[in-house]
């Protein structure tokens, strides 16, 4: 705490993957002696940089853009650029340091790392946000490359503004290289699935975890919070596999639609016409919309937080129990507080982390990376069954290595000591460095 000073979510993800080693560090003692721990809670590297773009009016801004390259033990450093204001040190560090981990359940030979701005694309005509992504990218791109970090998006940064970043790059390059940013448009070396991968993944996760003690997501009442990309294919994928949506999100407040959530009209509200959740009430007769208040509220069996992190607090975990939820998937990175995860955990709510329930969108990202070295372009149905392979196997591995260590049922501490050990194999086979 002391060498990284106002970085509580870094923290917190820390304190949370530390807490689930201790029988993994038992066993390993070796680990200690070569400093794994302290090793592999320290980026490899961080950049900073000046971002000035000017707006529509002519008025100058300057934002603060940042990588860190966290971990390349398992290949070349992989994970989303954020644009939101509150994006800082301690923001990105907690999603990198995240990714290591969620990145080797994957099975995939991609590292860790994670950037950003923060800059507010919210309300910035299209010109704006180009010419940001463009002054973005004028410093990023010497960082960056197929064999060195592989940016795609996260929160704020969608296809229109990966297109933009990609234009700069090849630009300033002057080379076609594919796979060096993922989330691409299908048109332009992009796979199919990568924009439903996330959600659809979280969907697969739940609906595992709920088959693991003889059920299924068919016919459950599920809550999905936000209304981003993991949000809406989270809605999309539940519906197809008989579960009924009646409650999703923004940042303002929340609409329930007992009906089962309409998912074209939130695309078209959100995707095209960018405008609020709340104008869903207006244009469908069975919903209504609570501006703030907490989407927990609303009673269900299956919990798919994707809006952000922390957006799950204690109080929310309590209700959720006394309303009977069974389980509960996390589609945001780190969304549910260590209290709200306790309060469930000793409820006997099965609980998907993050690192392994939306490890889906970087997954087809790596399938993107693949396809993009071997200059070819797969088929939607062929890349959705690699997907649920992978997140079929990903449970399997969380749940297996979670018996191996002693915490049997308990999917954090699979996915954080099955993650943990396959990053500390590969650092020590690379010596001290
Ligand atoms: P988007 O920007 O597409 O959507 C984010 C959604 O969350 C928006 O509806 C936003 O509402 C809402 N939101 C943001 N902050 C809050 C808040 N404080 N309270 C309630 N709602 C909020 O982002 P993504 O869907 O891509 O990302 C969502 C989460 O999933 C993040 O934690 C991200 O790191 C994680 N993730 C994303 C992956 C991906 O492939 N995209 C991969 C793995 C994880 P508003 O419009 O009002 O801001």
């Known amino acids: 705490v002391a060498r990284n000073p106002a970085q509580d979510e870094f923290h917190q993800a820390v304190r949370e993957v530390l807490g689930s080693l201790e029988v993994c560090i038992d066993r390993h003692p070796e680990f200690l002696d070569q400093k794994l721990i302290e090793r592999i809670s320290e980026p490899e590297r961080q950049i900073i940089f000046r971002v000035p773009w000017q707006d529509d009016n002519g008025e100058v801004h300057v934002n603060r853009g940042m990588r860190v ?59 704006e946000v180009m010419r ?43 080379s076609y290289e594919s796979g060096v940013l993922t989330g691409k448009g299908i048109g332009w070396g992009g796979a199919r ?26 016919g459950r009442t599920v809550v999905v919070s936000g209304s981003g990309n993991v949000a809406i294919y989270a809605i999309e994928k539940v519906h197809q596999l ?5 409650a999703c999100s923004d940042s303002s407040g929340y609409i329930v639609d007992e009906s089962g959530i309409d998912v074209e009209l939130v695309k078209d509200i959100k995707e095209v016409r960018r405008e609020r959740i709340s104008e869903y009430a207006g244009e469908k007769a069975a919903a209504h919309y609570v501006a703030g208040g907490s989407i927990w ?20 975990a309590v209700r ?29 709510v099965a609980f998907g982390p993050g690192k392994a329930a939306n490890a889906g969108g970087v ?14 372009s797969w088929s939607f149905g062929y890349s959705e069954e690699r997907l649920s392979e992978i997140m ?42």
């Open 363 to 376: 997954a087809t990202s790596a399938l993107e990376m693949q396809q993009n070295a071997s200059r070819d």
């Open 320 to 348: 959720l129990v006394k309303n009977g939820c069974l389980a509960v998937a996390e589609g945001a990175n780190m969304p549910t507080t260590p209290e709200a995860l306790h309060v469930l955990q000793e409820a006997k």
């Open 242 to 246: 008989g579960g009924t949506v009646v």
């Open 297 to 316: 509220d609303v009673p269900c069996e299956v919990a798919l937080p994707s809006a952000t992190q922390n957006e799950l607090a204690e109080a929310d």
């Open 392 to 433: 079929i196997d990903i449970h399997r591995r969380c749940a297996e290595t979670a018996e191996e260590y002693a915490s049997p049922g308990n999917l954090v501490v699979g996915a954080n000591v099955s993650g943990f050990l396959q990053v500390a194999d590969a650092m020590q086979a690379h010596g001290l460095i």
């Open 193 to 218: 699935v990568r924009t439903e991968a996330t959600g659809y993944g979280c969907a697969i996760f739940a609906d595992e975890m709920l088959k693991s003690t003889g059920g299924s997501l068919d």
């Open 69 to 127: 390259e966290f971990n390349s033990a398992l290949g070349p450093y992989k994970g989303g650029l954020r644009f939101h204001p509150s994006v800082g040190l301690g923001i990105i560090k907690f999603l990198g340091f995240e990714q290591i981990f969620k990145n080797a359940l994957t099975g995939m030979p991609i590292g860790g790392g994670k950037g950003g701005a923060d800059f507010d694309p919210k309300g910035r005509s299209d010109a």
């Open 132 to 174: 940001f992504c463009q002054s973005f990218m004028t410093e990023l791109y010497r960082h960056i490359g197929e064999y060195r970090d592989v940016p795609a998006g996260d929160i704020g940064v969608g296809s229109r503004e990966i297109g933009y970043l990609f234009g700069q790059y090849k630009r300033i390059t002057n």
